[in-house]
């Protein structure tokens, strides 16, 4: 017999939703009401250490850790609407790669050299000034305010610059609350002392394979889905961003 | 400014409950979307609240609960917002409409008046699974609850209420709650911040169509004129996620509340929880509150039951769509 077959829940599904329209229409349900048409962003911000001992696989890793992110984030439907992400790298030269925060389907993954020193101090002055020009506050009667900036930093070895003032400065920030700063440290020339001197918030340190990368940036995924679906607060209890679980990689540093 | 209020013997009192009751900590009795309605002494009320779509999507509970209640002329609009980080905030937000609302009004002093026999058609309608759009698979399951209160015939009579009685009143009653609320997460073994939730309302009285809206948290209580919408209670700015709650031990310093009176040119009173306000506070548009006001007054009116706002309210906070608007959502309106 010839003809075409009908698949019957297709048939269902599409006499219920126009069952519905129909009830829709008669019993008058659509309201037309005017809505605000700003989004609230939540912030994210990688600062990525390319200094000359992130050469070769670290970096390429690096590289491919941020295409994870990128894949991660854009699957899931909140995050993807919410995720502004600025990328600073900080080695032989200190660039904001994004120019400031750019929705996360936009973030193209940069093609990074591993080259210079280490001036981590450059790197935060970028992030000061994208966070005074690009992070919107709630203002009343006016824009709807992003929430918290996550920021994650990745270093592999001492700062070689003044990071000491702009660190402060961020410190000063965190304290007031618009801030969440995650510090990572990978690699065999990571220094615990260091690492604590540098951290704004959590720190925690890692092997510089490309397993150990990968396994980060998917945690940063993790974290940043996590934010961008969190849940309001008490005023006051300054709760930190609630962070999925580490992995195993990632040592946390009391 | 006073109240019109008589001492109370008791005989003759009468008032409804529509809206959300106190959740079960056996098993999940909070319908993920619900609406009530009624007309009171010639005001209308619609109430709805909508689960949002993280909920959903996580297969979480509503966390918001609105109620409204009558005692003699005066009416009750209560919203909460359990606050999501708190383990159970929707259980507190549940908790604390219905334990403030039976606070405030067993105290409440009513106007001396007789109850007529006729019945009058007023109801309370909540639905699970209604919003049939969003999830198909539950439209058979409404359920509905269908109430008739008799109409009552109240005399006018005067005799003052101080707006610091009244006030007074209202922080006892919040006072009672506070601490209702953390003896309760006490017997659960619970921190007491489990129970965190914020807490909206508006204690009106028919009569002399004065009111008191008062305020812990974020959310919005807006006042609509012909044309002009303007924030009854003061909009304390909060960090973006964060919130005063009930059940914190300085909840008073985050008390706002406003005295106002019902005059000819007041169209409406909406109280909503953020999930709402979030999309209406901010603009662009540049004129967005006071556009949302009108067109949400507009949308109610041109229907001429309450049954039928009722259920065109719930399916709109069910159903719009504004960026990043995910949470649950809840208003009550009040209007002529």
């Known amino acids: 017999m010839s003809g075409f077959v009908v698949d019957s829940n297709l048939a269902k599904m599409f006499i219920l939703e126009f069952w519905?329209?129909?009830?829709?229409?008669?019993?008058?349900?659509?309201?037309?009401?005017?809505?605000?048409?700003?989004?609230?962003?939540?912030?994210?911000?990688?600062?990525?250490?390319?200094?000359?001992?992130?050469?070769?696989?670290?970096?390429?890793?690096?590289?491919?850790?941020?295409?994870?992110?990128?894949?991660?984030?854009e699957k899931d439907t909140f995050a993807r609407e919410t995720v502004w992400v600025s990328v600073i790298v900080f080695g032989r030269e200190v660039e904001n790669v994004?120019?400031?925060?750019?929705?996360?389907?936009?973030?193209?993954i940069p093609s990074l050299e591993a080259g210079g020193y280490t001036p981590l101090g450059a790197a935060l002055r970028l992030l000061l000034d994208s966070l005074d020009r690009?992070?919107?506050?709630?203002?009343?009667?006016?824009?709807?305010?992003?929430?918290?900036?996550?920021?994650?930093?990745?270093?592999?070895?001492?700062?070689?610059?003044?990071?000491?003032?702009?660190?402060?400065?961020?410190?000063?920030?965190?304290?007031?609350?618009?801030?969440?700063?995650?510090?990572?440290?990978?690699?065999?020339?990571?220094?615990?002392?260091?690492?604590?001197?540098?951290?704004?918030?959590?720190s925690f340190k890692m092997d510089a394979d490309s397993a150990s990368f990968a396994a980060f940036f998917r945690w940063v995924s993790q974290t940043v889905k996590a934010v961008s679906q969190s849940l309001s607060?008490?005023?006051?209890?300054?709760?930190?961003?609630?962070?999925?679980v580490p992995p195993d990689v990632l040592q946390y540093i009391p | 400014m006073c109240f019109s209020i008589f001492p109370e013997d008791g005989v003759g009192v009468t008032g409804f409950i529509v809206g959300d009751r106190v959740i079960s900590r056996a098993f999940s009795t909070h319908p993920d979307w619900s609406a009530g309605f009624g007309k009171h002494n010639g005001f209308s009320f619609v109430g709805a609240s909508a689960i949002g779509q993280l909920h959903l999507r996580e297969g979480r509970k509503r966390e918001d609960c609105f109620l409204v209640r009558s005692k003699g002329e005066w009416l009750l609009s209560l919203v909460a917002d359990g606050v999501g980080s708190a383990r159970l905030g929707g259980f507190g937000a549940?908790?604390?409409?219905?334990?403030?609302?039976?606070?405030?009004?067993?105290?409440?002093?009513?106007?001396?008046?007789?109850?007529?026999?006729?019945?009058?058609?007023?109801?309370?309608?909540?639905?699970?699974?209604?919003?049939?759009?969003?999830?198909?698979?539950?439209?058979?399951?409404?359920?509905?609850?269908?109430?008739?209160?008799?109409?009552?015939?109240?005399q006018e009579e005067e005799n003052p209420w101080s707006e610091n009685e009244c006030l007074e009143q209202i922080t006892q009653g919040l006072r009672k709650t506070h601490d209702f609320l953390l003896a309760t997460a006490?017997?659960?073994?619970?921190?007491?911040?489990?129970?965190?939730?914020?807490?909206l309302g508006v204690?009106?009285?028919?009569?002399s169509r004065q009111g008191v809206a008062f305020q812990i948290g974020d959310g919005l209580i807006l006042a609509v004129s012909e044309n002009e919408s303007w924030p009854l209670v003061e909009v304390v700015e909060f960090e973006v996620s964060e919130t005063a709650v009930l059940t914190q031990q300085n909840w008073e310093e985050w008390l706002r509340w406003q005295f106002f009176l019902w005059e000819d040119s007041l169209e409406a009173v909406f109280l909503m929880t953020d999930g709402v306000a979030d999309d209406c506070l901010?603009?662009?548009?540049?004129?967005?509150?006071?556009?949302?006001?009108?067109?949400?007054?507009?949308?109610?009116?041109?229907?001429?039951?309450?049954?039928?706002?009722?259920?065109?309210?719930?399916?709109?906070?069910?159903?719009?769509?504004?960026?990043?608007?995910?949470?649950?959502?809840t208003l009550v309106a009040l209007y002529r």
């Open chain 1, 20 to 73: 519905m329209e129909v009830v829709d229409v008669e019993e008058g349900l659509e309201m037309d009401v005017t809505l605000g048409e700003g989004l609230r962003r939540l912030p994210v911000y990688l600062l990525l250490d390319t200094s000359g001992s992130m050469m070769g696989a670290p970096i390429q890793a690096v590289e491919e850790g941020l295409a994870l992110f990128k894949r991660e984030v």
């Open chain 1, 98 to 108: 994004t120019q400031g925060l750019i929705p996360v389907e936009k973030l193209e």
């Open chain 1, 134 to 202: 690009d992070v919107k506050k709630a203002v009343k009667g006016g824009e709807k305010g992003d929430w918290k900036p996550l920021v994650f930093i990745l270093t592999d070895g001492k700062p070689t610059d003044d990071w000491k003032s702009p660190r402060l400065e961020l410190l000063n920030r965190r304290e007031r609350k618009v801030l969440n700063v995650i510090t990572v440290g990978c690699g065999p020339d990571i220094d615990e002392g260091t690492l604590r001197e540098i951290a704004v918030g959590p």
């Open chain 1, 233 to 244: 607060q008490p005023q006051g209890e300054n709760t930190p961003a609630p962070m999925p």
């Open chain 2, 94 to 154: 549940s908790l604390a409409v219905n334990f403030f609302a039976e606070e405030i009004l067993r105290d409440l002093v009513v106007t001396k008046g007789h109850i007529g026999d006729s019945l009058k058609g007023r109801g309370q309608k909540r639905w699970k699974g209604y919003g049939a759009k969003l999830v198909p698979a539950l439209a058979h399951e409404g359920v509905g609850t269908l109430s008739w209160y008799r109409e009552m015939h109240l």
């Open chain 2, 186 to 199: 006490q017997r659960e073994n619970e921190e007491a911040g489990a129970l965190a939730t914020t807490l």
């Open chain 2, 203 to 207: 204690l009106f009285n028919t009569f």
């Open chain 2, 282 to 329: 901010y603009t662009p548009p540049e004129d967005v509150l006071n556009r949302f006001g009108q067109d949400l007054v507009r949308e109610l009116t041109r229907v001429l039951d309450e049954e039928t706002a009722a259920r065109r309210l719930l399916h709109w906070l069910s159903e719009y769509k504004a960026p990043s608007s995910f949470d649950d959502r």
